[in-house]
């Protein structure tokens, strides 16, 4: 399963819109900031299954914003990173990661990318697809995994 993956797109629905339809992926995962931006795409692009959580800039809503996922036999934890404070250092959504048994950890909000693996948990911030044009690309097979950043 192949899944495209955005955050912080920030009221930039055409960035994720081109992306989604140019490489055409299994899923989409949205990080937050803004929902409504993830409710948008569902409308542009609703052949593409799609799970979001919500930001800090999303307000009140009632959608939960973790989500802890099984996507082809792993575990994927999916937030957009503001409750942990990622902006301070990635140690508590680690923490979180592992004890969720995640595979993989997905967040925002730092609006800076990373892609990397740490003792057999893969991490991802995809940057911020309305700011800086970048986005991840998570890939799972069998039980494996591979991640990478998309720059435009």
Known sequence: MNILVFSDSHGNVDNMVRLTRSLRPDAVFHLGDLLRDARALGRECPQVPMAAVPGNCDGWTEEPD???LMVD???VLLSHGHRWQVKM???AAI??????GANVLLFGHTHQS???QQDGLWIMNPGAVGARGTCGWLS???GKISCRIIEE
Do not use: D, E, Q, T
């Open 95 to 100: 923490g979180a990661a592992r004890r969720a």
């Open 140 to 142: 799972i097979s069998g």
């Open 114 to 116: 990373c892609c990397f």
């Open 73 to 75: 036999g792993c575990r």
């Open 89 to 91: 250092g990635y140690g």
């Open 66 to 68: 973790i989500k802890n």
